[in-house]
Structures are given as C-alpha cells and as structure tokens.
C-alpha cells in the first residue's frame, strides 16, 4: 500500500499540488463513482470524516446540541467525586 497521496493544497492565495504523506484523518471528500474505489483503499489508512459521520456544518450543530444536553450531567457529576457517590450517580441516571 502507497505511504503517500497527491492532494491540491492553498498556499499562499494558489491553489498547488504536492505529493504528501498520507494523514491520519481526511476531512472534505467528495465521493464519486470516480473517487470511490480510491477511498476505499484509503480509508484502511486513515480516517474519512465526511464519508463517515457528515461535513463539519452538520457535525458541529449536533454536538453543540449533545454539549448542551450533557451539561446538567456534567454539572452533577462533578458533585460525586468518591467512587461510592460516583457509581450511584452512574446507576441513577443510566438511560
């Protein structure tokens, strides 16, 4: 398996391609009948963000939202410090 990937970067106000290590997590794909098989064989690689969980403008309102349901939790956990209060609050607000 290649240890690298050409992609088209912004730099400096142009657009330029250069051939880059493969990262370790990938954001903005466009999946095509194309680009499919590609990313298929890259995505044993690295991590596809948008092919598995949405775009940044999708991710970002749903975990602001799951932030927002949590902070009552957090702010209650935060009072059971001991593992005996702990595990009771863990058994008391188990979903």
């Known amino acids: 398996m ?4 050409k992609g088209t970067f912004f730099e400096d106000g142009k ?17 095509t009948k194309k680009t499919a098989p590609f990313l298929a064989k890259l995505s044993k690689q690295a991590f596809l963000m948008n092919h598995r969980i949405g775009a940044k403008q999708t991710i970002y309102p ?3 939202k799951m932030i927002q349901s949590l902070n009552p939790i957090i702010c209650r956990l ?7 209060r702990l ?7 188990a979903v």
Do not use: E, G
């Not at 657009?15 to 999946?31: A, F, G, S």
């Not at 935060?78 to 005996?84: D, E, R, W, Y």
């Open 2 to 5: 290649a240890s690298t990937v």
């Open 15 to 31: 657009w330029v391609i250069k051939t880059v290590p493969i990262p370790r997590v990938i954001d903005n794909l466009m999946v």
């Open 62 to 64: 749903l975990l602001k």
């Open 78 to 84: 935060k009072q059971s410090l001991t593992v005996n």
């Open 87 to 93: 595990s009771h609050f863990l058994t008391s607000t």
